[in-house]
């Protein structure tokens, strides 16, 4: 009878253990498993993986309560023993990004592989839901590595006291009554954990508390968190104080320091910024590595770029670009024509070289239809000669009269064909050269980089480790690629380390120097002595990055975008904007003897030329002029004497007898010319 009492008291006590340990395990609990299934329904996932330890794998999870899952959410259930983060890997890898991972925090082995999991850094990338009290993550040996972009949501059951009392006796059953769901996270590995409560479940058939923004909206306080900040001075987004010997500098202004600014107060993390060793903005090298800001953050010495830091794609794959600040391109730069600063061309640029082509051309042909009409015409009694008719062409291009009296329709409007012809190329001529004498031209013999490649007059350079140094090297488009094999390769001092150089070389060489519109704008707006040529290449957004796969990254970029939407943006970028000067007045210009250089340079051509032909009109004379005038003295000798036939009167000439062949007039010049009689007869 002993032995039969003994052995029922081991069985109650056994059953008040066993009570107890179901008790303490979340999913043992009624309250749990039905919270379980409620969450299981309202994230309406595809699958659930229970990991937990592979020595514990039989006891931890109630079969029952895969049963009730798989029957009220209609997915699939499985526990996952697993005894490293490696299996955990691989499982995730295989499974779908949407199914929901499960941990346990019910015995110390459970926690132990959580916090293994934790530091495997796979919380960030699918969606957990950890079952327990948090109190077991702080009585852990290892803390758990809980990033800022985390997924994980934390539940644990809440215990009310229940007094109950007898006759003899008071007794106090503490029970679980609900369901705590939280978040936890922390922005540095040493600091406390931040948990934000997101709700309570009560066991109702309601849907579980669930946050409703996106992570990046709530987790907003970042209080303990030091950035290292790398930056470069680049007006009008960052002006920074000089730097010590450590290359440590503030950033005492500008439109991203407004912005940085903004986020710092709603964040309320800290900072402290330096420029780059080389100083510059970064390009990859030769073998795959960074120079500049980029080189800073792929190499861990800095978390964030505050400057305007160009988007490209090759930047892209080594960081991560928040929100861009502004969009942006690229100009070319060019010393500013001046008033008549032409040597070889001041007097012959006025017209294109087909309009001089047109204009010769003109003066070639037109006297040879004056010509004919002329000879032709019946009505024509005025003889023109093709000297005659080139002198009044050319003599019209002078604004000069004509001595030439013609009577004929048809030659008459040959005659005004010319002059009015000569009128409308002389008069858009004056006006150029006017223009030119008194207006600075804005044109520079270009106005893209393929015309500028076609000029070959020019050299062309930007400031080295930026953007354009990348896309040059490694452009695919034609002209690009011949901008850089043409006009910078062949200069070794194309490329400048600063814009202030650049900007030199434009106003004193023939130097093209591309640059940023707003660096231009803001440091060199009020330089009259260079222009920006029209034509923006290379437009892409600019702002801030932070190291690749930061987890702050959707934190800024929510913050930026609010900033956007409500304008700030577009308040603070109007605000840096610098007073731009208008190059309009230009002080008066003495015409100098270069600028007359060419028309003196005819002068002296036609004096030459006169020079030059006149031993030849000697020549000619010895040969053929004498020989000439000494028939005309035996002719009128001749005449005197009554030797040769008077001409004949007015009306019986050729032309009033209707003869008005060419060959005709030519027969009657010579009818009534004498026989040449030898020098020295008479």
Request: hydrophobic fraction near 45%; glycine fraction near 6%; charge should be negative.
């Amino acid at each position: 009878m002993m032995i039969m009492k003994i052995m029922m008291v081991m069985v109650v006590m056994m059953m008040v253990v066993a009570g107890e340990e179901s008790t303490s395990a979340f999913l043992h609990h009624s309250l749990g498993r039905r919270f379980f299934i409620a969450f299981v329904a309202t994230h309406e996932t595809p699958g659930v993986n229970i990991f937990v330890p592979r020595e514990s794998a039989g006891s931890s999870v109630p079969l029952g309560v895969m049963r009730e899952v798989a029957a009220a959410g209609g997915c699939s259930v499985a526990v996952v023993p697993v005894t490293s983060s490696d299996q955990v890997t691989a499982t995730l890898a295989r499974d779908s990004a949407r199914t929901l991972n499960v941990a346990l925090l019910d015995t110390p082995q459970q926690v132990a592989m959580f916090v293994e999991v934790s530091e495997a850094s796979l919380l960030s990338e699918r969606s957990w839901l950890v079952l327990g009290d948090l109190q077991a993550l702080d009585d852990a040996e290892r803390r758990p590595v809980l990033a800022i972009d985390n997924m994980v949501t934390f539940a644990s059951l809440e215990d009310s006291e229940n007094v109950t009392t007898t006759t003899n006796t008071t007794n106090t059953v503490t029970t679980p009554s609900r369901v705590i769901v939280r978040e936890a996270y922390s922005v540095v590995d040493d600091t406390p954990l931040k948990v934000e409560t997101l709700g309570a479940w009560l066991g109702g058939g309601g849907r579980v508390p669930e946050a409703k923004e996106h992570w990046s909206d709530r987790r907003t306080n970042l209080t303990g968190l030091h950035l290292r900040c790398t930056t470069m001075p680049q007006a009008p987004f960052v002006y920074t104080s000089p730097p010590d010997r450590d290359l440590n500098v503030n950033i005492t202004g500008g439109f991203a320091k407004e912005i940085w600014d903004a986020l710092q107060e709603i964040l309320g993390f800290t900072y402290s910024c330096r420029l780059p060793w080389d100083r510059t903005f970064g390009v990859m090298d030769a073998d795959g590595s960074w120079s500049g800001l980029v080189g800073e953050l792929v190499e861990g010495h800095a978390d964030v770029v505050v400057t305007a830091l160009d988007h490209n794609d090759e930047r892209a794959k080594a960081v991560t670009f928040v929100t861009g600040l502004r969009e942006i391109g690229y100009s070319m730069v060019v010393r500013r024509p001046g008033l008549m600063e032409q040597t070889w061309t001041s007097f012959t640029s006025e017209l294109l070289p087909e309009a001089w082509l047109g204009t010769i051309a003109f003066v070639v042909l037109a006297p040879p239809f004056l010509v004919l009409c002329a000879c032709y015409s019946p009505f024509e009694t005025e003889r023109v000669t093709f000297k005659d008719a080139y002198i009044l062409a050319i003599g019209a291009f002078a604004v000069q009269g004509s001595w030439l009296e013609v009577r004929s329709v048809s030659t008459r409007i040959v005659f005004i064909t010319i002059f009015m012809a000569t009128l409308v190329v002389y008069a858009h001529y004056t006006s150029a050269l006017v223009s030119l004498l008194t207006v600075a031209s804005t044109s520079v013999g270009f106005s893209s980089l393929q015309e500028l490649v076609q000029d070959g007059s020019y050299r062309f350079g930007f400031k080295s480790g930026t953007l354009l140094e990348q896309e040059f090297r490694k452009a695919h488009h034609s002209v690009f690629r011949d901008v850089w094999e043409e006009l910078v390769l062949p200069h070794a001092d194309s490329l400048v380390t600063e814009d202030h150089q650049g900007i030199a070389k434009a106003t004193k060489e023939k130097y093209v120097y591309m640059m940023e519109d707003n660096l231009y704008r803001s440091n060199y707006g009020n330089n009259c002595l260079v222009m920006q040529v029209r034509g923006r290449y290379f437009t892409t957004q600019t702002g801030m990055a932070l190291r690749r796969h930061s987890p702050l990254t959707k934190i800024l970029d929510a913050q930026l975008i609010k900033f956007r939407d409500g304008g700030l943006l577009s308040r603070a970028w109007r605000r840096w904007q610098p007073m731009m000067t208008h190059c309009t007045a230009q002080s008066v210009v003495a015409i100098e003897l270069n600028h007359l250089f060419t028309a003196f340079l005819l002068l002296l051509l036609g004096m030459i030329l006169s020079v030059v032909i006149l031993p030849c009109e000697r020549l000619h004379w010895r040969v053929v002029g004498r020989l000439k005038t000494v028939r005309a003295q035996q002719i009128q000798v001749m005449r005197q004497k009554g030797l040769v036939s008077p001409l004949p009167p007015p009306q019986d000439l050729p032309a009033a007898s209707g003869d008005i062949s060419l060959m005709g007039r030519l027969r009657y010049s010579t009818q009534y010319s004498p026989p040449f009689a030898p020098f020295g007869t008479l």
